[in-house]
Structures are given as C-alpha cells and as structure tokens.
C-alpha cells in the first residue's frame, strides 16, 4: 500500500516559485499526497496574526479558506489567482489535499524550521536565478535550505524561454 506524503512549497509569488507549484502538480503529487504551501513574511511585519502566532508560525489553513480570507490584511500577502487556480485544480483532479502556512521571520531558517515541524517529506522551492556574485553578497535561500534540512528538495528554477527545470 503506498503511503501518503507531505510536500512542501516554498512560496512568496514570485514567478519561480508559482513554477515549483506548477511543476510540484505536474511531476511530483500523486493521489492521496498533502501539499502544505509555506509563506515567509518579514520578521519586520507587525501584523496582529504575528503576535498571536510568531513563534510557530499560522494553524494550517486549508485552501478554500485561504482563497477566501483577505490575506493582504491578515497575513500582509499578496496572492496570486493563477496559485490558487492550479492548486484547486489538482485538489479536484489529483485528490490531494492543499494547506497553506505562515511563518514570520528569515525565509531560510523557517522553511528549515517547517520541513522538522510539520513533518515534510519533501520541499519544493523555487530559484531567483541570481548571478554568483549576488548569490555571494545577498545568499541563496534555496543554497542555504538544500545545505541545512533533512528531507529531499527540489530547486526549480527558470530558464529563460523554456519551462522551469529542476535542479
């Protein structure tokens, strides 16, 4: 009997992590799998949610909620429809269930911190496609995260005129 796992997706809405939503769906779900989206909001924020859920991060959401609410204003987000049409599409077609998260501080060390808390069994992220020099002076998220958890990861990343093709 095949066991159901739990992927996640880094998220922010950048073009290449709704790749890595989009390559997550075509290559890597299957029935039955949970897919947990995984959002970083600035240590900086002062929104309310923080306060109540800094340290652990935001309960799990399921999706139709979270297409729902107003996450500009709960969550300081800004959603993309594409997202959440893709990933409504798969829940229906693939059977899987779709969750979203929030964390509140340094991209790299939450989605370090959620693949141990929420158990993952691997992470899809996606790539900004920064030069080795910027790589050098800002850091790689993505570097970072496949050098420092415990599960597989996937790096999708973007090449110019042609779809995002893993790492």
Same mark, same amino acid.
């Given at each position: ?48 949610? %923080? /306060?109540? *859920? #800094? $340290?652990?991060?935001?309960? =799990? ?11 500009? +204003? ?26 979203? %998260? /929030?964390? *509140? #501080? $340094?991209?790299?060390?939450? =989605? ?11 992470? +899809? ?27 597989? /990861? ?14």
């Amino acid at each position: 009997m095949a066991r159901y796992r739990t992927i996640g997706i880094g998220m922010d809405y950048s073009p290449t992590s709704k790749q890595a939503v989009q390559w997550t769906v075509d290559h890597l779900v299957r029935s039955g799998d949970t897919v947990i989206l995984i959002h970083v909001v600035s240590g900086k924020s002062d929104h309310g949610e %923080k /306060v109540l *859920w #800094g $340290d652990s991060g935001s309960p =799990l959401i399921p999706l139709y909620e979270f297409m729902e609410m107003n996450l500009r +204003v709960r969550y300081g987000l800004n959603p993309d429809k594409e997202v959440f049409s893709i990933l409504d599409t798969a829940s229906r077609d693939k059977q899987i269930k779709v969750l979203a %998260k /929030v964390y *509140w #501080g $340094d991209p790299r060390e939450k =989605l370090c911190e959620a693949v141990a808390n929420l158990k993952l069994d691997s992470l +899809v992220v996606g790539n900004r496609g920064l030069g080795p020099l910027k790589r050098a002076l800002l850091g790689s998220v993505s570097n970072y995260v496949v050098n420092n958890i415990t599960c597989p /990861v996937t790096v999708v990343r973007a090449t110019s005129g042609s779809k995002p093709k893993p790492n």
